[in-house]
Nanobody
Framework: QLQLVESGGGLVQPGGSLRLSCAAS????????IGWFRQAPGKEREGVSC????????NYADSVKGRSAISRDNVKDTVYLQMNNLKPEDTAVYYC????????????????WGRGTQVTVSS
């Protein structure tokens, strides 16, 4: 069974940092682009960042650009999202998802999805 499991979320003060992890089980991530998405209460799910299967190409939402870094370790079948200078508006459930593509596709093409990890930024 193909499965993704997120971890690393939690409660952090504004200006703090978190590193989210997305670990795969049941398959290898080598041939998958991996995306991070988030959904805040009452809002639609939005893309945060994505990394190509090779790790060469990355993209970021404008809201996190300059504060975040996505990376992958294909040996460990894990993708990371380092988030710095966190703001209250970053509060959301963060999901990772895989797409069997070299490059990052649209959100609709991602499958499977993890169950999410809660990130709360508050003083």
């Amino acid at each position: 069974q193909l499965q993704l499991v997120e971890s690393g979320g939690g409660l952090v003060q504004p200006g703090g940092s978190l590193r989210l992890s997305c670990a795969a089980s049941g398959f290898t991530l080598d041939y998958y682009a991996i995306g991070w998405f988030r959904q805040a209460p009452g809002k639609e799910r939005e893309g945060v960042s994505c990394i190509s299967s090779s790790g060469i190409y990355t993209n970021y939402a404008d809201s996190v650009k300059g504060r975040s870094a996505i990376s992958r370790d294909n040996v460990k079948d894990t993708v990371y999202l380092q988030m710095n200078n966190l703001k209250p508006e970053d509060t959301a459930v963060y999901y990772c998802a895989a797409a069997q593509r070299r490059l990052c596709p649209t959100m609709a093409d991602f499958d499977p999805w993890g169950r999410g990890t809660q990130v709360t930024v508050s003083s």
